[in-house]
C-alpha cells in the first residue's frame, strides 16, 4: 500500500496516511488543527537490499579491499577461524 503525504491549508502541517491505491482520498483532515488537509506530491521512496547495494558500488573498492587485505596480515577472515581451534575438541585450557 502505498503512503500519502497531505499538507493542511492552515497550520502548514504535513501529515501521511497509509491508503490503498483505490482509496485516495483528495482532502482529509490534519490531526494537528483539524483543518483541512491537500494530497501533496511527494518523493517516492525505495529500500534496497544490501545484496543490491553492494552490487551497485564501484569496482574500484572491491579492489581497494583486496589490496587491503593482501597488505594486512591481521585483516585475513581466516585467521580468526584458524586461531580458535578445532571445535570438535573443545576449548583449550588457558
Known amino acids: 500500500m502505498p503512503l500519502y503525504e497531505y499538507r493542511c491549508g492552515e497550520c502548514d502541517g504535513i501529515t501521511s496516511h497509509l491508503a ?11 490531526p494537528h488543527c483539524g483543518g483541512l488537509a491537500q494530497r501533496i506530491v511527494s518523493r517516492p521512496s525505495v529500500h534496497l537490499s544490501k545484496r543490491s547495494k553492494v552490487g551497485r558500488l564501484d569496482p574500484k573498492y572491491d579492489r581497494a ?30
Open 65 to 94: 579491499v583486496d589490496q587491503a587485505m593482501r597488505n594486512t596480515a591481521t585483516a585475513d577472515p581466516d585467521r580468526l577461524i584458524n586461531r580458535r581451534g578445532d571445535i570438535a575438541k573443545g576449548r583449550p585450557d588457558g
Open 20 to 30: 490503498p491505491v483505490h482509496d485516495i482520498a483528495p482532502n482529509a483532515e490534519c
